[in-house]
């Protein structure tokens, strides 16, 4: 099944090409806002999927293309990321520790949403292409032999960076938890619908050419790995996101004007676009590129506008 909120946050199911608003199936989950239900709606889920099923038969919904589509998940509790989580296509000499970090619920935006490049002094500003495995319900300490029990579904995730903030201690919160730094969707998908989530193509395109193209089969963690490591650290509620990492290699400076679509096989295409009002530019260029041609540091550098070379 696939989920999500359109319009004015209306929450419907994906049928085709068209949508079927299944609002008045799930009335009774308590909310004040749309974060509320789809949360509750999540926790709730076995519940009401017959409720829901029934809508999309018997409905006639309106075309995907008359709507407005929002991010499915619009204030999750929690947004775990995972840190240097993949191989780099078996190019690393040893598995990186395990490692996370937080981003700001307040952060997530959806499809056709505009990501911005705050006037910051920011060395590059990217954005990943991951996997977001949603948590389905509460869970503490779980074992990696339990841990997809508690998978929900599944979400294209772009984590947005902005490298090189002062100081040099600051590695996580100034470039990840930035406004708006978290594109999220179109729709979630239950994860039935994902046969195995471990061997799925993702693909990132910067104004239609391809950028990032890698396999979650790469990962360092994998997937049950990473909710037994951050469920020891906190407990993760219904709704709640992993990011499960990226492959850097193409990795690439975002610029005013870009548009950026983001695939994981089976969830849809996420498009985004991306605003700076300082104009700067980067080197058009892929981290791996400038591995191949020895160059440092791995980002690309700044060529013009505030903050770059005098």
């Not at 508690?150 to 040099?168: E, T």
Request: hydrophobic letters at 35%.
């Amino acid at each position: 099944m696939k989920i999500l909120f359109f319009d004015d946050f209306k929450l419907g199911i994906l049928s085709g090409d068209k949508i079927i608003d299944v609002s008045d199936r799930v009335s009774g989950i308590p909310m004040v806002g749309p974060h509320d239900l789809i949360n509750g709606l999540i926790e709730n889920f076995d519940q009401y999927r017959n409720l829901l099923e029934d809508a999309v038969s018997n409905g006639q919904g309106v075309p995907v293309s008359s709507v407005r589509i929002r991010q499915p998940l619009p204030r999750p509790i929690n947004i775990d990321c995972m840190a240097v989580n993949y191989m780099e296509d078996g190019t690393l000499p040893e598995v990186p520790a395990i490692n996370a970090f937080t981003k700001a619920s307040n952060s997530v935006i959806g499809p056709n949403d505009t990501m911005v490049l705050q006037d910051i002094p920011a060395a590059v500003f990217e954005g990943e292409a991951e996997l977001g495995v949603v948590i389905g319900k509460r869970c503490y300490e779980v074992s990696q032999d339990d841990a997809m029990d508690y998978v929900f579904g599944y979400v294209n995730f772009i984590d947005g960076s902005a490298r090189g903030m002062p100081p040099a201690s600051n590695v996580f919160f100034q470039m990840k938890g930035r406004e708006t730094f978290t594109p999220i969707g179109p729709y979630l998908v239950t994860k039935d619908e994902i046969d195995n989530p471990q061997e799925l193509p993702i693909k990132l395109w910067v104004n239609g050419k391809i950028m990032q193209d890698f396999n979650t089969n790469d990962m360092a963690h994998n997937i049950k790995r990473c909710i037994e490591f951050v469920s020891h650290v906190h407990t993760l509620e219904p709704g709640d996101i992993i990011a499960t990492g990226t492959n850097h290699g193409g990795l690439n400076p975002f610029h005013d004007g870009d548009t950026v679509e983001l695939e994981c096989e089976g969830m849809g295409r996420l498009k985004i676009n991306i605003r700076d009002d300082l104009k700067r530019t980067w080197e058009r260029t892929t981290r791996l590129e400038r591995k191949n041609k020895g160059l440092k540091p791995p980002h690309a550098p700044q060529l013009t506008g505030k903050y770059g070379p005098e």
